[in-house]
């Protein structure tokens, strides 16, 4: 068939308009191919999951060394930031060097959609993957483990996540453009969260490290976000204001690293 | 805001732009380096709208770098470009809303379905062309709920034609549409292009195929080296590149050694036939037949004039040229 057809010639949306439609979509495309990509999805959330019924089946029962304080309390919600991370900093990282290096990216630069429609909506559906493996997480381990999150710590619960998934996703960005190929994403990704997650005690709640090394531990966002997501559950330790202040300023600084080194090719 | 231009009317594939058309893209005195390695040198063309341009020349000649400054992909060293009056350095989101960029390499989202990814694509746009339109075109009808990790290497080829064409561009690029392709990919691709054409689209192709630029062309540059070594109709490029024609004819028995063949027609006998090459059929013709009836040979038996090929062309400006 090669008729040409009148091009319907449509009113040009408003651009804020058309942005946040295009974002929209694009966030709903890439949910579509997330789950359609069944071994993908299930091993995004196999990992923190698996992670969770082993580990806190040996040592959620009993109590932190000199406190009253559950384990499990500590464990799930140390578990959803793992989530977080995994999702947010080391999924959408890899995916996105995976996509430049294949030249997906480079396929969407050749289109008249606007970087912050297409980058939203990519992180827009990095969100939701991170709130479903979040969610899992923390049914599990009420399920399993008996951990509810207490009523007036769903404040912290929900902005800690919300700030956590902002820092690791912009950070995720970066790590995008650290990774030379689509190969090298991964291993970068590991080596600089598995390191810190384990200092910050995040598999083990009764895990503790010198004091100089726990200060260093507490300037990298790992920490401050289990600690923001353990005060939803348990008030026991207070949320030192530091803690939302170090997860800001990574984000800041991950979103201007990410917009001044973002490449398309 | 742009008013986008109304599609002009479907041309017959032979019908030559009119060369008084605005032009789709001007290339002067283009030049590239990578590092300190140039690798275009003076670059100039034009391509006129609605029609077929190649970009024809061996692996590292430059056409991708050529085109994809044209795309806003590369950052120019020098000179001056213009597609549809814009210049692509300066990466203006209008221009792509009216270019379809097929590269020469380039991934899909492979859990995406064809029709999916089509339907995402026409979203970019303005003012998309039908989904059942763009299958067509490309002959994708029986995928279009196939995953694109399940395509063949052809189909995926065409899918990225569909892309390409998914906001009903005025000018479409096309880097290497065909590399690497079994011959029934490679009729199937040229079908969906020709389609293309006859669609209005002005297309700039790159190949280093004699056959496909011979085939879909109207006109042409030939790249050596980053440098344009001849650029032109497809018909006249062997002409211009000087490449003689070839006049043969059976050589009369009966010659008198007193009465040779006039010098400029450097005729060779070999096997009875002789063979001339000359600049300018005509001019040889008459030469030829003064002599022959000086010599009372009658007509010159088998006579025929072969005209040069964009082979010949190739032959001698490239492989020739690089010493081969
Ligand atoms: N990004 C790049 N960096 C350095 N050299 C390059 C780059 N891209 C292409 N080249 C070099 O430029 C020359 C022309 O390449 P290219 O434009 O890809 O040629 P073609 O598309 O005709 O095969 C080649 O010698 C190639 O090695
Ligand atoms: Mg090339």
Known sequence: MTAVLPGATAPRRRPVTRVARL?????LAEQ???????????FTFALPVALLLLIGSTTAGGFLPHTHVKAQMIFVPSMMAFGVVVAAYVNLGTKLATLRHDGVLKRIRTTPIPAGAYLSGVLGSTAATTAAITAATGALGWLAFGAVPRVAGIGELAGGLALGAACFGSLGLVLSTLARSAESASPIANASYLPLAIMSG???PAFSV???????????????????LQQGYTPVQHVPLEDPVVLAAWTVAGVFLAVWRFRWT | MTVLETRPAPETPETPATPSAPAAIEVRDLTMSYGDRSVLTGVTFEVRRGEVFCLLGPNGAGKTTTVEILEGF??????????????????????????????????FPRQAKVAELIGMWRDYYPSPRPVDELLSVVELHSHRDVQVRKLSGGQRRRLDLALALAGDPDLVFLDEPTTG????????????IENLRALGKTIVLTTHYLDEAERLADRLALLRDGEIRVCGPVREVARQAGVPTTITFTYPQRII??????????????DGVATCRVKNAATALRELFTWASACRLGDLEDLSVTHPTLEDAYLQLVSGGAGQ
């Open chain 2, 74 to 107: 590369r950052r120019r060293s020098g000179g001056t470009v213009r597609v549809l009056g814009m210049d692509p350095g300066a990466q203006p989101a209008v221009l792509r809303e009216r270019l379809g960029i097929v590269l020469q390499e380039c991934g």
């Open chain 1, 23 to 27: 974002a929209v979509r694009q966030g």
């Open chain 2, 257 to 270: 050694p007193a009465l040779p063949a006039p010098g400029c027609l450097s005729l060779r006998v070999e």
């Open chain 2, 181 to 192: 392709f079994d011959p029934e990919s490679r009729r199937r691709c040229w079908a969906a």
């Open chain 1, 202 to 204: 995040i598999f083990d």
């Open chain 1, 210 to 228: 010198p004091h100089w090394l726990s200060v260093i531990v507490g300037l990298f966002p790992v920490r401050p976000l289990a600690q923001i």
């Open chain 1, 32 to 42: 579509r191919t997330f789950w359609r990509s069944a071994e993908y999805a299930l």
